[in-house]
């Protein structure tokens, strides 16, 4: 009866595990399978990052919803799609996720002030200024303009929310936030 040598076995799978082609063929697999183009079947649960993203965006949206914004500010600020994953180092992948639609909001005064260029940030952040309230028609009605508008921080709480309980389990290291 012919008998298996395990040791050599594993040693050579070893050695070439730490092979330069071992390590490729690692990192080529390893690609494919968070860019979504192989589906491993195991007891865990392995997450590409566009289903990262998508759970990222259902948990913005569920801070948006519990902002305490009016319902024609979440409509606005409620479509929200992500890109494509791009690698950008060995398994490491970045996606962009990103608000659609028309940011930007008219003044009472437009040809003084000309507009607001994003309510996303202006929703987020808030705004707290000294100047004059202007006066102008809104709609069909006259009205004042809001020199103070609280932030909700709804992007921020949204990050912490992933971050506290989902990152684990979809692969998040990082949420970066740019222009908010």
Known sequence: MASINMDSILAKAK?????????????????????????????????????????????????INSAGLSEGAIGAVSNIEHGSAHSIGNNTYIIGVYFVGDMTRPSLDEAKYGGINDIVALFNNGVDHTMRPVHGLWHGMETWSRTVIPGTHFIEQAVSDFMGNYASEYNVINISVEGI
């Not at 990192?27 to 590409?48: D, Y």
């Open 15 to 63: 050695a070439h595990m730490g092979s330069s082609a071992g390590q490729s063929k690692v990192n080529t697999v390893v690609s494919k399978v968070m860019l979504g183009n192989i589906r491993l079947q195991s007891g865990g649960t392995a997450h590409t990052p566009e289903e990262a993203a998508s759970k990222f965006i259902e948990v913005l949206r569920n801070s």
